[in-house]
């Protein structure tokens, strides 16, 4: 459970914040939900049955070309990390931002995964988080079509705080361009 997602959005009175809670089986989630309550629109996911928004269901964009995708991702806080993480961010956005139609950072990791599955984003990456900020957002993006794995491409999000949430006709190009800025 995430009370709020975006606290530092919320504490500023920036309206882009969310709550989330995911449920977790047997080491395995569930169920997710992720709640906009300034815009009233709750996206919600369970194993087998989809990702809905309201009433609505969900799927990834189709994008197929990284020239026509926005992408989402977190800004390392000051202060959280190493320089070199700061570092290496940087040199990611570089890498996304010369061949993307953009990068956006809302500060609301649950709510860029949920846009994700609405299909409003083509994909996101952050590293840093905690299992609260993307438990709910991997099963959302997962029954909504799209793939989900660490930058790497493992599949331990949950424990590494590194993911990558990206419509499945990007997400290797997305993960290979990330990992070479890396080197």
Same mark, same amino acid.
């Given at each position: ?8 959005? %919320?504490?500023? +009175? ?18 997710? /939900?992720? $709640?906009?309550p300034v815009?009233?629109? !709750? %996206? ?15 799927? /990834? ?5 990284m020239n026509?995708?926005? %992408? =989402?991702?977190?800004?390392?806080? #000051? ?9 290496? %961010?940087?040199?990611? !956005?570089?890498?996304? !931002?010369?061949?993307?139609? +953009? ?9 860029? !995964? &949920? $846009? ?6 083509? +994909? ?11 438990? =709910?957002?991997?099963? #959302?993006?997962?029954? &909504? +079509?799209? #793939? ?8 331990? #999000? ?6 990558? &949430? /990206? ?6 190009? @997305?993960?290979?361009? @990330? ?5």
């Open positions: 459970i995430d009370p709020i997602d975006g606290t530092t959005n %919320f504490i500023h +009175g920036i309206p882009h914040f969310a709550i989330s809670v995911a449920l977790e089986e047997n080491g395995e989630i569930t169920a997710g /939900v992720i $709640y906009e815009n009233d629109q !709750m %996206f919600w996911a369970e194993k087998g049955n989809g990702a809905w928004l309201n009433d609505r269901r969900m799927r /990834v964009s189709g994008r197929a070309q026509q995708s926005i %992408f =989402a991702t977190g800004i390392p806080f #000051m202060g959280r990390g190493e320089k070199s993480d700061h570092e290496l %961010f940087l040199k990611q !956005m570089e890498a996304v !931002m010369t061949v993307s139609a +953009g990068i956006r950072r809302f500060g609301s990791a649950a709510l860029d !995964m &949920a $846009y994700v599955a609405a299909g409003r984003f083509d +994909g996101f990456w952050e590293t840093g988080l905690q299992p609260w900020d993307i438990a =709910a957002g991997i099963i #959302m993006v997962r029954e &909504a +079509g799209g #793939m989900v794995s660490e930058l790497d491409g493992r599949d331990r #999000m949950l424990s590494t705080g590194s993911i990558l &949430a /990206v419509n499945p006709n990007l997400h290797q190009e @997305l993960g290979q361009i @990330l990992k070479q800025a890396g080197k």
